[in-house]
């Protein structure tokens, strides 16, 4: 039995209590005149054990009392167990699970780390999940990790994500990129002047709202700045205009399996150092390859 349905019985005792206490009293109490608020009064006083006054009752009605004492009681020790054990289960459940995260994260190298799980970050987390890679998301508003922790399997931290504290409890000192979509500016170049310093050598992406923010953000350490807005405004004019380039970019960004991208990094002095892609030829390179060395 979920604690919902427990608390939906407790509270449907409880108005049955009253209910009957209301009714029985109007009952038995007839010949001394009670009205329907000195019943209700009468009940509530019952069931509160306050009881300081009894409006000269008869005897039928004290042991009626003495029933709906027992019964008051009885509800009152069911209602406080649901809720005391509703608050601590909740509590320690909530507990040993952050704790359980902790020690994941505490474990975890050459991750990626998520600052802020909104709008814009909820789209990083699924490109992450999709990929398969080690990530811990960090997000300040608790109803929001609750609602994603029930949708999607992920690690996360609680918090504010310029606080340095949490940051190196991510493993920033240990990660390999950070991704930092806050809803404002000035928040994100906190996150980006803090990670640059805790992490030299991490790859920092950013997100920016105003026009005037990349400038600054990529001055503050940034490798990597993104207009949302901007973008989303590409995407649709490029849907209208060039639809058959949309729907390219998107099978090779979105297949993953059958369009693979890598990178190489040429050497100096190699035969395809400072020549553009049209006069290496690689293509026909690979063809003549092929030929010589069929598989």
Request: charged residues 20%.
């Amino acid at each position: 039995m979920n604690y919902q349905r427990k608390i939906f019985i407790a509270l449907t005792l409880l108005i049955g209590l009253l209910v009957t206490g209301t009714v029985g009293y109007l009952f038995l109490e007839k010949d001394n005149q009670w009205r329907l608020l000195d019943a209700i009064y009468m009940t509530v006083i019952t069931l509160t054990t306050v009881g300081y006054s009894n409006m000269g009752m008869s005897d039928a009605g004290r042991v009626f009392t003495m029933f709906l004492l027992i019964g008051g009681f009885g509800v009152f020790t069911y209602s406080v167990t649901i809720a005391t054990a509703f608050l601590i289960e909740g509590q320690l459940q909530s507990f040993f699970r952050q704790q359980k995260m902790i020690r994941t994260v505490d474990k975890l190298s050459n991750h990626y780390i998520i600052c802020g799980l909104g709008d814009t970050g909820v789209h990083v987390l699924d490109e992450m999940l999709k990929a398969e890679v080690d990530f811990v998301g960090i997000e300040f508003e608790e109803e929001r990790l609750i609602h994603l922790s029930d949708t999607r399997n992920f690690l996360y931290l609680q918090g504010d994500a310029t606080d340095d504290e949490l940051l190196l409890r991510a493993g920033i000192e240990r990660a390999q990129g950070l991704v930092t979509c806050l809803s404002r500016d000035q928040d994100n170049l906190f996150v980006v002047i803090s990670a640059r310093k805790l992490n030299p050598h991490l790859r920092i992406a950013s997100k920016a709202v105003e026009d005037n923010s990349p400038g600054k953000l990529i001055t503050a350490g940034a490798d990597e700045v993104v207009l949302p807005d901007h973008i989303g405004g590409l995407r649709l004019a490029t849907g209208l205009l060039q639809p058959q380039l949309v729907g390219f970019l998107e099978n090779m960004t979105q297949n993953r399996l059958d369009a693979q991208f890598n990178e190489s990094i040429i050497q100096e002095g190699a035969p395809l150092d400072g020549i553009s892609l049209r006069a290496a030829s690689i293509h026909e390179q690979n063809w003549v390859s092929c030929h010589r060395n069929p598989r």
